[in-house]
């Protein structure tokens, strides 16, 4: 650890307060001791104050620690188990069985675009780290599912009724069921961890509905009709653009940059708040007085998507620039509204709402990669990523469960239906941003210097 000590009349108080632990409470007297700090024995500008989180960049060995608990609670309760439908037995001929299916139950569903989150972040776990436990976590998943996937689409063109767990991998109705699991499988194929054959039919599928089936306004931006009709949810960003990017890597067909390009700059012309430099979470078409609310994990959504395109797309793309600039205005946004715990509030403007893990460790991730990867300067970011991932890491407890995390939520029209949502261990969205979040602020700390000194934190300047 690197530490930026000036003022060197107390440096040594300084270092002492630092390395120690020593904690200094607001009536400036140390823990036993019966004379108070003065201005006159003491230098007051170098005490350390009782922060709600850890106050110190994290170490290689503490985030690696937080990941290895998540890691090992989600090992076992996600089991890779296919039943007959209705019994305990387990189907080990998967090809040969034509029954109705269904999964082991765990505490987390193996389909659903929380868990293509978690899976494309336990790739990147294991690659930052070089633990090749978290890279089998979602290599033997997607491989499980491409299986079942591969079997069963041919069994339901006979069979209409088959009860399957991976109907909406094979018949997929919203973005939600397509996005993000078909863009954690094409960066496993591309980084040679599966196999294409087992995911092709798969991958095409799903890019397929995103590209070419979905609901679009005229102007080509993916929405929905619901809860009213031409209506766009800020989440929708993630769950097309992604997939849209790794297609365009996988494939080197131009059409799929350019349409993912196209989805974050028409968002963004309709969703982003100048003023405020973040995103409403909806949008109605034809409503003169939109709904006006700022939710945490729909700006995680829209951040992340941002960065999982620039991290693909060539340079040389007409839309780099653009987008990396909306990028940089987004983090802009963010960096006003960050909480002195570390974490984001419910509703970014809505200081009484409650804080919130999943979006935090979103943004987390987000700007540590945008650091890492050059598209924001690390002297004016890096502090408030160091701080994020504390608190995130603060909220990941002994059992590898992540709490304090927002469950599903709609587009809604007024401010209560934000501020009451429930939070809960097994709010499946918490899961994978913690662990990207975790992965790239290490990758960080392995490229950059990051320290402290009596200005805070510091991130300053690559090793």
Same mark, same amino acid.
């Given at each position: 650890?690197?530490?930026?000590?000036s003022?060197s009349?107390w440096?040594a108080?300084?270092i002492?307060?630092?390395v120690?632990?020593?904690?200094?409470g607001?009536?400036?007297?140390k823990?036993?001791?019966?004379e108070?700090?003065?201005?006159s024995? !003491?230098p007051? #500008?170098?005490?350390?104050?009782?922060?709600?989180?850890?106050?110190?960049?994290?170490?290689?060995?503490q985030?690696?620690?937080?990941?290895?608990?998540?890691?090992?609670?989600?090992n076992?309760?996600?089991p890779?188990?296919l039943?007959?439908?209705?019994?305990?037995?387990?189907?080990?001929?998967?090809?040969?069985?034509?029954?109705?299916?269904?999964?082991?139950?765990?505490?987390?569903?193996?389909?659903?675009?929380e868990?293509?989150?978690?899976?494309?972040g336990?790739?990147?776990?294991?690659?930052?780290?070089?633990?090749?436990?978290?890279t089998?976590?979602?290599?033997e998943?997607?491989?499980?599912?491409?299986?079942?996937?591969?079997?069963?689409?041919? $069994?339901?063109?006979?069979?209409?009724?088959?009860k399957?767990?991976?109907?909406s991998l094979?018949?997929?109705?919203?973005?939600?069921?397509?996005?993000?699991? !078909?863009?954690?499988?094409? $960066? !496993?194929?591309?980084?040679?961890?599966?196999?294409?054959?087992?995911?092709?039919?798969?991958?095409?599928?799903?890019?397929g509905?995103?590209?070419?089936?979905?609901?679009?306004f005229?102007?080509?931006?993916?929405?929905r009709?619901?809860?009213?009709?031409?209506?766009?949810w800020?989440?929708?960003?993630?769950?097309?653009?992604?997939?849209?990017?790794?297609?365009?890597?996988?494939?080197?067909?131009?059409?799929?940059?350019?349409?993912?390009? $196209?989805?974050?700059l028409q968002?963004?012309?309709?969703?982003?708040?100048?003023?405020?430099?973040?995103?409403?979470h909806?949008w109605?078409d034809?409503?003169?007085?939109?709904?006006?609310f #700022?939710? +945490?994990r729909?700006?995680?959504?829209?951040l992340?998507?941002?960065?999982?395109?620039?991290?693909?797309?060539p340079?040389?793309?007409?839309?780099?620039?653009a987008v990396?600039?909306q990028?940089?205005?987004?983090?802009?946004?963010?960096?006003?509204y960050?909480?002195?715990?570390g974490?984001?509030?419910?509703l970014?403007? $809505?200081?009484d709402?409650?804080?919130?893990?999943?979006?935090?460790?979103?943004?987390?991730?987000?700007?540590?990669?945008?650091?890492?990867?050059?598209?924001?300067?690390?002297?004016?970011?890096g502090?408030?990523v160091?701080?994020?991932?504390?608190?995130v890491?603060?909220?990941?407890n002994?059992?590898g469960?992540?709490?304090?995390?927002?469950?599903?939520?709609?587009?809604?029209?007024?401010?209560a239906f934000?501020?009451h949502r429930?939070i !809960?261990?097994?709010?499946?969205?918490?899961?994978g941003p913690?662990?990207?979040?975790g992965?790239?602020?290490?990758?960080?700390?392995?490229?950059?210097?990051v320290?402290?000194n009596?200005? +805070?934190?510091?991130?300053?300047?690559?090793?």
């Amino acid at each position: 650890m690197h530490y930026l000590l000036s003022h060197s009349p107390w440096r040594a108080i300084l270092i002492l307060f630092i390395v120690t632990g020593i904690t200094v409470g607001c009536t400036g007297q140390k823990s036993g001791e019966e004379e108070p700090l003065t201005d006159s024995n !003491s230098p007051l #500008h170098a005490l350390w104050p009782d922060y709600p989180v850890q106050y110190r960049p994290a170490t290689e060995e503490q985030i690696t620690e937080t990941l290895t608990r998540v890691y090992d609670y989600l090992n076992a309760n996600t089991p890779m188990v296919l039943l007959e439908a209705g019994t305990e037995n387990e189907v080990t001929d998967i090809p040969g069985y034509s029954g109705d299916t269904e999964f082991e139950a765990g505490d987390f569903r193996l389909v659903s675009y929380e868990w293509g989150v978690t899976y494309a972040g336990m790739q990147l776990a294991g690659e930052v780290t070089g633990d090749e436990k978290f890279t089998k976590y979602s290599t033997e998943r997607l491989k499980f599912l491409g299986d079942v996937v591969n079997s069963h689409h041919v $069994k339901l063109e006979n069979n209409s009724e088959l009860k399957t767990p991976v109907e909406s991998l094979i018949h997929p109705r919203a973005l939600d069921d397509a996005g993000a699991m !078909s863009a954690a499988m094409i $960066k !496993s194929v591309t980084a040679g961890y599966n196999q294409e054959e087992d995911l092709d039919w798969l991958i095409n599928n799903l890019v397929g509905y995103i590209h070419n089936d979905q609901f679009r306004f005229p102007d080509g931006t993916l929405a929905r009709n619901r809860p009213q009709d031409n209506t766009l949810w800020l989440d929708d960003m993630f769950m097309s653009v992604p997939a849209l990017a790794q297609m365009g890597a996988h494939t080197g067909d131009k059409k799929y940059f350019d349409d993912a390009v $196209k989805q974050v700059l028409q968002f963004s012309k309709r969703m982003f708040d100048e003023e405020k430099g973040i995103y409403f979470h909806g949008w109605v078409d034809g409503m003169e007085d939109k709904p006006r609310f #700022h939710w +945490g994990r729909a700006n995680g959504w829209a951040l992340m998507a941002k960065v999982e395109l620039l991290s693909v797309l060539p340079e040389d793309h007409p839309g780099f620039e653009a987008v990396r600039e909306q990028l940089h205005k987004h983090i802009l946004g963010l960096a006003k509204y960050q909480s002195g715990e570390g974490r984001w509030h419910q509703l970014l403007d $809505k200081n009484d709402s409650y804080l919130e893990t999943s979006a935090t460790a979103i943004y987390t991730y987000s700007i540590a990669r945008a650091i890492n990867r050059g598209w924001v300067d690390e002297k004016s970011f890096g502090p408030m990523v160091l701080l994020a991932w504390n608190s995130v890491s603060n909220q990941v407890n002994e059992k590898g469960q992540v709490e304090g995390t927002c469950v599903g939520t709609g587009m809604a029209f007024d401010p209560a239906f934000y501020y009451h949502r429930p939070i !809960s261990v097994y709010a499946a969205h918490g899961y994978g941003p913690v662990i990207l979040a975790g992965a790239e602020v290490l990758d960080m700390t392995k490229h950059f210097n990051v320290g402290i000194n009596d200005s +805070g934190l510091q991130v300053y300047g690559r090793k």
